[in-house]
Nanobody, 114 residues
Framework: QVQLVESGGGTVQPGESLTLSCAVSGSIFSIQTMAWYRQAPGKQRERVALITRAGGTNYADFVKGRFTSSRDNAKNTVYLQMNSLKAEDTAVYYC????????WGQGTQVTVSS
């Protein structure tokens, strides 16, 4: 069984930065393409970014230029560096493999507020 554990969230002011981590553990040899998602209260979960095993990335327009995803394949961990955070970035952030996703983790709360 595979577990996804997101961490690194918190409360920050607009313009500040956070780095999220997603650790993948369990019965898995290697993780493939991973995606970051977020879900704000009352809204559907939306994809924020994805990163291939080779490090290729793709970002949603609303975070392009502000967020950067990276990964450490040896540690089965992916990261999301979030800069210039805005109030509308407030959400619970999740990660998962695509395709063939695993059971969702608990996510990590990011709150951007002045």
């Amino acid at each position: 069984q595979v577990q996804l554990v997101e961490s690194g969230g918190g409360t920050v002011q607009p313009g500040e930065s956070l780095t999220l981590s997603c650790a993948v553990s369990g019965s898995i040899f290697s993780i493939q393409t991973m995606a970051w998602y977020r879900q704000a209260p009352g809204k559907q979960r939306e994809r924020v970014a994805l990163i291939t095993r080779a490090g290729g990335t793709n970002y949603a327009d609303f975070v392009k230029g502000r967020f950067t995803s990276s990964r450490d394949n040896a540690k089965n961990t992916v990261y999301l560096q979030m800069n210039s955070l805005k109030a509308e970035d407030t959400a619970v952030y999740y990660c998962n493999q695509i395709p063939n996703g695993f059971a969702w983790g608990q996510g990590t709360q990011v709150t951007v507020s002045s």
